[in-house]
T-cell receptor, first 115, second 112 residues
Framework: DAGVTQSPTHLIKTRGQQVTLRCSPK?????VSWYQQALGQGPQFIFQ???????QRGNFPDRFSGHQFPNYSSELNVNALLLGDSALYLC??????????????FGPGTRLTVL | GENVEQHPSTLSVQEGDSAVIKCTYS??????FPWYKQELGKRPQLIID?????GEKKDQRIAVTLNKTAKHFSLHITETQPEDSAVYFC???????????FGRGTSLIVHP
């Protein structure tokens, strides 16, 4: 049983470009959350998807957008990249959306470097 | 919104010693407090959690305590081993969303 997977592992972009990161949740999970982890910091919540809709959103600009597909996999899109967007982007999957706590399982992350 | 403070940022101990990491939170409505361990280059993994209806929880060498009145919670690791070396994150969340707000992390170094 595969856990949470993310692709790509590493990515280098230049300022102003756009990027798409992908996440496949753990088998049986239907909820995907995205986090940004800057170097030396804790993960910061970007948004959560459940039933193909954005259910919760953190304090991130609308340059950050996402999507969830019918098979529960998800994408994170970032437009007009800034140097400050360089970070490890973590995807976490869980079961049942919001309203009750179920353990989040993290993926290995995508390391994004913006030059 | 919730704010989680975590101390210390770095903790260096000798193998066999105990380690304590402390966190405070701001939102009195928070009722779920997970702790994650992140080894270098790896994903965060849940190691223990505590809900607001209990004051302490233990799992082998790891324990977590919660003081709701003071709004602080702590992670205790006894008989530390070199493989305990990692960054530890505390987090706080509450019912309705259970989206965790993370602390900034504590780098624990256990010297053999």
């Amino acid at each position: 049983d595969a856990g949470v997977t993310q692709s790509p592992t590493h990515l280098i972009k230049t300022r102003g470009q756009q990027v798409t990161l992908r996440c496949s949740p753990k088998s049986g999970h239907d909820t995907v959350s995205w986090y940004q982890q800057a170097l030396g910091q804790g993960p910061q919540f970007i948004f959560q998807y459940y039933e193909e809709e954005e259910r919760q959103r953190g304090n991130f600009p609308d340059r950050f957008s996402g999507h969830q597909f019918p098979n529960y996999s998800s994408e994170l899109n970032v437009n007009a990249l800034l140097l400050g967007d360089s970070a490890l982007y973590l995807c976490a999957s869980s079961l049942g959306g919001s309203g009750s706590y179920n353990e989040q399982f993290f993926g290995p992350g995508t390391r994004l470097t913006v030059l | 919104g919730e704010n989680v403070e975590q101390h210390p940022s770095t903790l260096s101990v000798q193998e066999g010693d105990s380690a304590v990491i402390k966190c405070t939170y701001s939102d009195s409505a928070s009722n779920y407090f997970p702790w994650y361990k992140q080894e270098l280059g790896k994903r965060p993994q849940l190691i223990i959690d505590i809900r607001s209806n209990v004051g302490e929880k233990k799992d082998q060498r790891i324990a977590v305590t919660l003081n709701k009145t003071a709004k602080h919670f702590s992670l205790h690791i006894t008989e530390t081993q070199p493989e305990d070396s990692a960054v530890y994150f505390c987090a706080a969340s509450k019912g309705g969303s259970y989206i965790p707000t993370f602390g900034r992390g504590t780098s624990l170094i256990v010297h053999p």
